[in-house]
């Protein structure tokens, strides 16, 4: 069982900044993928960036220029920090990993989400 826990979010105002953070803990072996997803009401879930182990990054579009995601491998750990924050951006936002957990000699592939953290950006 892997969990992860967010914390970071919050309210600001439009062009704030605001930086997440993910804890991944439990039975790791290995994690492959991290990244941070977003759902705003009435709308489907949505990758906002993700960040490989070797430090390959993604974001969607709107994000590009404005968000960074980063990741300490030794603290299991993913970040994201968010500049020029627009009211758009407003969603809670999940953090994701993927990988190999491990039970003795047993190892077994994960996926697991965080509990979501509120972002709220006023105009």
């Known amino acids: 069982q892997v969990q992860l826990v967010e914390s970071g979010g919050g309210l600001v105002q439009a062009g704030g900044s605001l930086r997440l953070s993910c804890a991944a803990s439990g039975n790791i072996f290995s994690i492959n993928v991290m990244g941070w997803y977003r759902q705003a009401p009435g709308l489907e879930r949505e990758l906002v960036a993700a960040?490989?182990?070797?430090?390959?990054?993604n974001y969607t579009d709107s994000v590009k220029g404005r968000f960074t995601i980063s990741r300490d491998n030794s603290k299991n750990t993913v970040y994201l920090q968010m500049n020029s924050l627009k009211p758009e951006d407003t969603a809670v936002y999940y953090c994701y990993a993927d990988g190999t957990a491990t039970q003795g000699i047993v190892y077994r592939r994960f996926a697991s989400w965080g509990q979501g953290t509120q972002v709220t950006v006023s105009s």
């Open positions: 960040i490989t182990s070797g430090g390959k990054t």
